[in-house]
């Protein structure tokens, strides 16, 4: 047996925080791709809220008028109790994301929230790890590597990164390093757009072969993936073909998600008049119908009301509401306690209504 019991004396583990982070630097990883080390608001200590590696942090921001809100993943390990990482690629449609990476200087204090995210692996769930990442779906990985090197956890990691250029590869510095320390650690990154450069290592996208070249006993070992849409569903259909079973695998989809606005606006396309069941958003004194398939959350931004969402997964938990009548269904409910279920709360992001509902917001 080589997982890892849970430590004696564990941290507190706080969830639902919102406060204040202040920026203590800013260092660049690649090209449009820099880590926010964020501090206390007072600038030292201990971070008011313990992390799980694997999880993220919902942050917030006034930008033209609106406010934003987006979720990103923490890079850095939970032994550090006094900082937490995010290390973000700047999107060139991405509001938050060109706030983030041009604007913000060290010394900002920043609106935040969380920690939050089941996407985890903190070493006590099985006895080795296959993690498999594209582009900046690095960053949980790196989290995940970082904390089980530091517990000198006696699993076997395999790290199967893919990035564009040999220069795109983020943590280029940090992976190797993590190598020295770790012998358990193997580590495959494969480069798609290599041409031209001296990249010594595997070219083009990731393949069954590099996959079974890399992890011996493939489909008996738990794989976490981390990447775009496109990158998971190949990643996904692979290991299918290698006969790997679909509850061993863990993923989390970056930067794919709709945009998300909190002002008002819309993403819902109704088409046709609506003719499912009537929601009332009791704050705002509205009801209406809605569209067959229709979330809550995206009816309330055809009416103009704002309920604050971030990831439109499930994940995040902004989307929170309380609903005082009717019932709902809800694919993804990762981001809801017992608590907040015994309490009525929903997620509006998720919720599919059964019956008339009534929700406050
Ligand atoms: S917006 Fe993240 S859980 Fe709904």
């Known amino acids: 047996m080589s997982t890892l019991t849970p430590p004696e004396v564990a941290p507190p583990v706080i969830a639902n925080w919102r406060g204040q982070l202040r920026l203590g630097s800013i260092v660049t990883e690649a090209p449009g791709v820099k880590t926010f080390r964020l501090l206390p608001s007072s600038g030292e200590g201990f971070l008011p809220f313990t992390f799980v590696p694997g999880q993220f942090l919902n942050v917030a921001f006034g930008i033209g008028g609106a406010r934003m809100n987006r979720s990103y993943s923490i890079s850095s390990s939970p032994t550090q109790r006094d900082y937490v990482d995010l290390t973000i690629k700047r999107e060139p449609r ?61 699993g076997d990691i395999f790290f199967i990164y893919t990035c564009r250029t040999p220069a795109d590869f983020i943590f280029s510095g940090e992976v190797a390093a993590l190598q020295k320390r770790n012998p358990k650690l193997r580590v495959a990154v494969t480069s798609t757009k290599a041409e031209g450069t001296d990249w010594k290592g595997p070219r083009g996208r990731l393949t069954k072969e590099l996959l079974t070249q890399t992890v011996p006993d493939l489909a008996s070992r738990r794989i976490h993936i981390c990447g775009p849409a496109t990158m998971m569903e190949a990643t996904k259909a692979l290991l299918t073909e290698l006969g790997v079973p679909p509850d061993q695998v863990k993923s989390e989809l970056f930067g794919a998600t709709k945009p998300a606005v909190s002002t008002g606006g819309t993403t819902a396309k109704p088409g046709a008049a609506a003719t499912g069941p009537l929601v009332t958003f009791s704050n705002n004194s509205k009801s209406a119908k809605i569209h067959e398939g229709q979330t809550v959350l995206e009816l309330s931004e055809e009416l103009g009301i704002g309920i604050e969402n971030s990831c439109r997964v499930g994940t995040c938990g902004l989307c929170k509401v309380k609903m005082t009548a009717g019932e709902v269904d809800m694919e993804v409910q990762d981001s809801l306690d017992e608590d907040d279920k015994a309490n009525g709360v929903i997620l509006a992001c998720q919720a599919k209504p059964k019956t008339e509902v009534t929700v406050e917001a």
């Open 94 to 154: 991405g509001a938050v994301s060109r706030h983030m990476v041009d604007l913000l200087a060290v010394g900002d204090l920043i609106e935040a929230g969380g920690p939050v995210g089941k996407f985890t692996f903190d070493g006590t769930e099985a006895e080795s790890v296959v993690l498999i990442s594209a582009g900046v779906g690095i960053t949980p990985m790196v989290s995940i590597t970082r904390y089980l090197t530091e517990r000198s956890w006696p």
